[in-house]
């Protein structure tokens, strides 16, 4: 079941990787785009602005390496024999939560 688990969170993790990958190189190509321009871009009513793009951009960014973060923390566990186990009260976590949050901490009573 373990090396399942495993498996199914290597796929996980190796397609977030990939997803931050692209975004870092899209917020990069953003700013390498926008660096020499002397555009109003706050006062351009066409659209959204270079600086909402760029928020936008990085929040997204930083949710997707969250999201590796946690699956990284969710392989330790797997390894160290702790996978599916709430942090806080110790019980076993709900399969039908595991496969709706692989990276998931705690149990649903203890979210």
Not at 15 to 27: F, G, M, P, Q, Y
Not at 55 to 70: E, F, K, M, P, W
Not at 101 to 111: D, L
Request: some cysteine; hydrophobic content about 40%; proline content about 2%.
């Amino acid at each position: 079941m373990n090396d399942d688990r495993a498996a199914a969170l290597g796929r996980l993790r190796a397609s977030a990787a990939l997803e931050v990958r692209d975004l870092d190189e899209s917020l990069h190509a953003l700013f390498e785009a926008s660096k020499d321009t002397n555009a109003d871009d706050e006062h351009d009513p066409e659209g959204s602005t270079i600086a909402y793009e760029r928020a936008q951009l990085t929040a997204v960014l930083d949710a997707a390496r969250r999201r590796l973060g946690d699956l990284d923390e969710a392989l330790a566990r797997v390894e160290d024999g702790t996978y599916g186990v709430c942090t806080v009260c110790r019980r076993e976590i709900a399969a039908e939560r595991l496969e709706a949050r692989p990276f998931a901490r705690t149990c649903v009573e203890c979210a």
